[in-house]
Each structure stands twice: as C-alpha cells, then as structure tokens.
C-alpha cells in the first residue's frame, strides 16, 4: 500500500513513521510532481492549517489534491488535516463567525479550531474508538467539531462532542492517532 503524505509543514514524519510502522510504503507530497505517484491513500497530517491551506496553493498541489478527494481516493486526516476537509468554520474569533477561506471543504462538519485554548490546549485521554477501548486519544491544539450532518458517522467522542469521524473516503480525527500506534 502507497501512502502519499502531505509533507508542505506540521507533523508529516509522525505520520509517515506511523504508517510505515502499518507496513504501508509513504512518500512525501512536497510538489505538483510528486502526484504522479500513484497512491492508495492520502494523508493530512497535523500542523497549521492556514499554513499548509496556503503552500497547497502556492505550489500548485491544491487543485489536484481536491479532484484526488473528490474522485474519491482514500483520505486520513487528523487536526490541522481536518480542518482543511471541513466544510464549515466556526470561528469565534473572526468578523462574522467564518472564517474568510474554504479549504477543501468536502467533509459535512463544523469544526472550531483551537477549540480546547491556544496555549495550554494539549491533553490525553483514554476512550473507545470505533468499538476499540482503551484508546489513547493526544489533543495538540486540537479543534472540535460543533455539529456533523447526515452521513457522517462518529467513531469517538470526548465530553459528548465528536472527536472522529468518518465519511465516504474520508476519515478524520481531531487527535493524532500517529502518535499513539509505534
Ligand atoms: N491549531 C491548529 C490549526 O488550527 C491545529 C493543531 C494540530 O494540527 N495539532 O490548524
């Protein structure tokens, strides 16, 4: 199995040691060349999300990576990758409560970024996911997804809020299951 990651900023080596550690091949998404690689599953790592939303832009890799998704290939995506998927920001702390620029926008949640505090929003807990117990769940400066619509499936909460999900192609998390897995 080829996983290519999305390697432009943020935590893609924590994603390619993860999915190697699965047995999966990766290789690192960093240019519009790199996509003529053929890959089986594509994976948005955590970081900045306005940053990497950004550099996919600058460097040409935004429009290919969207029809990729749209044409359904296989998505994996935690944090900074979730909400580049969302389709709604809810973000307090912009002028009219969204934020200005969609990413991607094909994921049917809301999310609001830096949900648990900017500084001091990093913590682990311990949940079910997707029917599996005991589950180590890492926030980094995690964001929550607010509201979910029809369709999407939720494979793991915390204090009742969805923490992942699952949709079509797409499976995203709000923690970093990369880091839990070795
Ligand atoms: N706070 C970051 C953002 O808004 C996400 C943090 C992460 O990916 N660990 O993009």
Not at 29 to 58: H, N, Y
Not at 79 to 107: H, M, N, Q, Y
């Amino acid at each position: 199995m080829q996983v290519g990651v999305l390697a432009v900023q943020g935590a893609f080596a924590e994603m390619e040691a993860y999915w190697r550690a699965l047995g999966a091949e990766t290789f690192e998404i960093r240019q519009r060349s790199d996509l003529d690689r053929g890959m089986d599953l594509l994976a948005l790592p955590g970081g900045e999300s306005t940053v990497q939303g950004k550099l996919m832009k600058d460097l040409g890799l935004f429009d290919p990576l969207r029809a990729k998704i749209d044409g359904g290939l296989p998505v994996f995506a935690t944090c900074a990758g979730l909400i580049l998927l969302a389709e709604r920001i809810d973000d307090p702390g912009s002028r009219d409560g969204t934020r200005p620029e969609k990413w991607f926008g094909v994921l049917p949640v809301t999310v609001r970024r830096n949900a648990y505090g900017r500084q001091l929003g990093s913590f682990t807990t311990v949940g079910t996911w997707d029917g599996i117990p005991d589950t180590k769940m890492t926030f980094i400066r995690a964001p929550a997804i607010t509201a979910v619509s029809d369709g999407v499936e939720v494979l793991s909460t915390f204090e009742g809020q969805p923490t992942s999900v699952r949709c079509r192609n797409i499976t995203a998390f709000t923690w970093h299951p990369e880091l839990s897995v070795r």
